[in-house]
């Protein structure tokens, strides 16, 4: 009998910390003993480890087991631990070498019968144990493509604990597993179920939508039911960009860590979209939860959208909640058990109706809301949320003969992504020697000392901020938005059209 060591990783937030799991054979009473601040899914590995090893035909030890995990102070949730325990012991009983298990992590949850079950933030744990130098990792046979994501570290997918203690005796080696990555929202043959090209009669929605996928802009749509808000809202994912590496390897680890990684698509290479109900509480927008702290929809929407339809019918704490976020592009959490930062840089829309009746004056049937009700409608959407959304916009019902006039100048989403990935290309070259990707995360600083227009173009917004048609916040923003236009027109810098443009949309002016 001997102290075996091993290692596994404690999710905190979307990052991982390095635990060595120790575990002591000795006199005493028969029992396990687990200590290292577990919680109670931890603490259930008592028996999910002793079932695992008899049913895997292995002997337990008849006397005292003590496990340890290490830092004492960390704390540890989840039962990702089970694997690293059950061979921890499996070392100090002399069933595997102790020098083996000592070099490679373990992650997985032990089942009853001794299979390995996937578990949640795989990716973020892998991560951790990459940055801390080690060559290998044991992971269950279900998450090996998620862990296979990581570069310059060894990954063996395991089905069961038996065959993980064959391979521990013998040293045989793992071949590497084929890993097919598939995308959401899109089926097996790669066939898209959203097109620009479908939303007719809004030339004005679809205009503005291709400025915010350009810059990152944030975008409010007012209008009456049936118009195309949420049809229009869709599709901005479609005229995005893939993600970049390091921008997806963040996005995935964020939707691991929650539990909503597709199975079939380890890695996500596209913006996520993120719709909640307007039933949505702070804890599910912003993240929280008792126990082990998740990210909210605020983060799951990192480097994506988060689209709230119905935007009035929000509590109105969970929309002042996006206040913060929105300036900072990430959320802080705090508990009790500790404080967690989760990432949080989306790109918000928001839909809403004229009224509570939702009836448009158009329809024949006179508007019932009073001038009060409307404004106590609109109302629930402060002032300072309203100033941090950029693009303001009005969506009218269109006339039979609209709709078949537009159909001859609508575009397809691919059409438009590639104006609009040629539009962000040159706003990257502008912006290579900062730590900046797109125009809506240039700060106000540089935007008026390095990346300030020409002053005859800044006319139409001064002449706005004398009269206080215009907040020193929303100078910042128009002038973003106009960078985001230039970049569109293929212009080395925004002249007057382009701020005037920008302008009238902050204003929720037609183009």
């Not at 391979?167 to 097109?195: C, F, N, Y």
């Not at 909210?296 to 976020?325: K, M, N, T, Y």
């Amino acid at each position: 009998m001997a102290v075996a060591r091993t290692h596994c990783v404690a999710i905190v937030g979307v990052g991982g910390h390095t635990v060595e799991v120790e575990a002591d054979i000795g006199n005493g009473l028969a029992g396990m003993h687990l200590i290292g601040l577990p919680d109670t899914a931890l603490s259930e590995a008592r028996d999910r480890v002793r079932s695992a090893l008899v049913n895997s035909r292995f002997p337990w030890p008849d006397t005292r087991i003590t496990v340890s995990l290490f830092p004492a102070t960390l704390p540890k949730r989840g039962s990702q631990f089970d694997l690293a325990v059950a061979v921890a012991i499996l070392g100090a009983a002399g069933v595997v070498p102790v020098d083996r298990v000592a070099e490679h992590y373990f992650l997985g949850e032990l089942g009853l019968d001794g299979r390995l079950r996937p578990v949640r933030g795989l990716l973020p744990a892998v991560l951790a144990a990459a940055e801390a130098g080690c060559p290998t990792v044991v992971v269950p046979a279900a998450n090996a493509a998620e862990a296979s994501l990581v570069p310059d570290i060894t990954i063996v997918p395991m089905n069961d604990l038996r065959s993980l203690v064959d391979w521990l005796q013998k040293d045989d080696p793992i071949s590497d597993m084929p890993v097919v990555i598939r995308q959401p929202g899109e089926s097996s043959d790669g066939d898209t179920t959203a097109d620009l090209c479908e939303v007719v009669g809004q030339p004005i929605g679809r205009r503005a939508l291709e400025v915010c996928a350009a810059g990152g802009h944030n975008l409010w749509m007012l209008g009456p039911p049936g118009t195309g808000k949420t049809m229009l809202a869709e599709r901005m994912p479609t005229l995005l960009p893939p993600l970049e590496r390091d921008h997806a390897l963040e996005v995935t680890a964020i939707h691991s860590v929650a539990g909503v990684l597709p199975p079939d698509c380890p890695l996500l290479t596209r913006a996520p979209f993120i719709s909640p109900h307007h039933t949505a509480t702070v804890a599910s927008v912003v993240g929280g939860g008792t126990g082990m702290i998740r990210p909210g929809a605020v983060s799951l929407a990192h480097r994506g959208i988060l689209f709230l339809d119905e935007a009035p019918e929000f509590p109105r704490s969970v929309l002042d909640s996006l206040r913060q976020p929105l300036e900072s592009g990430f959320v802080t959490v705090s508990r009790a058990s500790g404080t967690v930062t989760f990432p949080a840089r989306f790109t918000l829309i928001l839909a809403a109706n004229p009224c509570p009746c939702t009836q448009a004056s158009e329809q024949g049937e006179a508007c019932r809301c009073t001038p009060t009700v409307r404004r106590r409608y609109l109302g629930r959407l402060s002032g300072p949320l309203l100033d941090r959304i950029d693009v303001k916009i009005t969506v009218a019902r269109s006339s039979r003969s609209e709709l078949l006039a537009d159909r001859s100048f609508v575009e397809s989403s691919k059409t438009v992504a590639e104006r609009v990935l040629l539009a962000r290309r040159r706003s990257a070259r502008r912006l290579a020697s900062t730590p900046w990707r797109t125009n809506a995360e240039i700060p106000s600083s540089a935007l008026h000392s390095d990346f300030r227009p020409p002053d005859e173009a800044m006319k139409p917004l001064t002449a706005c901020l004398d009269n206080g048609s215009l907040s020193a916040r929303g100078l910042d923003r128009v002038v973003r938005v106009a960078w985001s236009m230039s970049d569109l027109s293929g212009k080395r810098c925004p002249g007057p059209e382009e701020t005037a443009g920008a302008l009238a949309l902050w204003l929720g002016m037609d183009l």
